[in-house]
C-alpha cells in the first residue's frame, strides 16, 4: 500500500536550535512532494513543494527540504527555529502517476518551539 | 480574495442522525477534495471532483457517505446515519486545475467543520 511515513511525532527545540522533520515515502514512480504547516488555530497552508529539478527546495520562513530519490525521503529543514514556527508539520505526496489526484499525507509532527 | 470555507464549523449530532458538510471553493478553482482528519491520525483522502463530477471517490470509508458538487462550485458531504468512529474534522480543498495537471497545483484548504457524534 502506499504510505507517507512520519518518524517524530512531538519535537521540542528551543529557539535557535536547528530543526529537521523526517518524512519518507512508499511509491515507487515519480511524486510531487509537499510539506505542508497548521499554525495553531489556522489553516492548513503550504510550505514548500517539490516537482522536479533541484532536489533542494526552499518555502517560505527559511524552511528547505531535500528530496532523496534513492532514500524515499523528503526531509523539512531550518538552521534555526523561532517560536513562531510552533506549529504540526504535514509531508504529503502525490504519486500522480497512478492516477490519483489527491494527495496522501503523514500523520503530521507536532513542533513545539520553547523561548 | 475569499480562501475556502467551510460550514458549519462545528457540528455535534447523535448517532444515527444523517448530517451535511458543506464547502465552498476559492472562485474559479475545478478541482475540490474532500479529506477527514481524525484523532492522531494524518489526514485521509474522501472524495475528489472534477467540475461536477467524481472520477475518484475511493476514499469513501462506506457507503454512508455521499458528495455532489452543483454549478463546478458548491460541494456538500452527506454521512448518513453517524456513528460515533465518524467523529473527526472534515477539510475541504481546492485547487486550480483538475486532472493529470492538478499534481503540479497547491491545493489550498478551508478551516474545516469538527465533527462530534455523541
Known amino acids: 500500500a502506499q504510505s507517507v511515513s512520519q518518524h517524530n511525532h512531538h519535537v521540542i527545540l528551543s529557539e535557535a536550535a536547528s530543526l529537521e522533520l523526517g518524512c519518507n515515502y512508499s511509491?515507487?514512480?515519480?511524486?510531487?512532494l509537499f510539506w505542508y504547516v497548521q499554525y495553531p488555530g489556522q489553516h492548513l497552508q503550504l510550505l514548500l513543494k517539490?516537482?522536479?529539478?533541484?532536489?533542494l527546495v526552499k518555502g517560505i520562513k527559511g524552511f528547505e527540504a531535500e528530496f532523496i530519490k534513492s532514500k524515499f525521503s523528503f526531509n523539512l529543514r531550518k538552521p534555526s527555529v523561532q517560536w513562531s514556527d510552533t506549529a504540526e508539520y504535514f509531508c504529503?505526496?502525490?504519486?500522480?502517476?497512478?492516477?490519483?489526484?489527491?494527495?496522501?499525507f503523514g500523520t503530521g509532527t507536532r513542533l513545539t518551539v520553547i523561548p | 480574495g475569499a480562501g475556502v470555507s467551510q460550514s458549519p464549523s462545528n457540528k455535534v449530532t447523535e448517532k444515527g442522525k444523517d448530517v451535511e458538510l458543506r464547502c465552498d471553493p476559492i472562485?474559479?478553482?475545478?478541482?475540490l477534495y474532500w479529506y477527514r482528519q481524525s484523532l492522531g491520525q494524518g489526514l485521509e483522502f474522501l472524495i475528489y471532483?472534477?467540475?461536477?463530477?467524481?472520477?475518484?471517490k475511493s476514499g469513501l470509508p462506506s457507503d454512508r457517505f455521499s458528495a455532489e458538487r452543483t454549478g463546478g462550485s458548491v460541494s456538500t458531504l452527506t454521512i448518513q446515519r453517524t456513528q460515533q468512529e465518524d467523529s473527526a474534522v472534515y477539510l475541504c480543498?481546492?485547487?486550480?486545475?483538475?486532472?493529470?495537471?492538478?499534481?503540479?497545483?497547491?491545493?489550498?484548504f478551508g478551516p474545516g467543520t469538527r465533527l462530534t457524534v455523541l
Open positions: 480543498a481546492s485547487s486550480t486545475q483538475g486532472g493529470k495537471l492538478s499534481a503540479y497545483n497547491e491545493q489550498f
Open positions: 511509491y515507487g514512480g515519480t511524486v510531487n
Open positions: 517539490y516537482f522536479s529539478g533541484d532536489p
Open positions: 504529503a505526496v502525490n504519486a500522480f502517476w497512478t492516477g490519483a489526484n489527491n494527495l496522501f
Open positions: 472562485s474559479g478553482h475545478t478541482a
Open positions: 471532483f472534477q467540475g461536477n463530477s467524481a472520477p475518484d
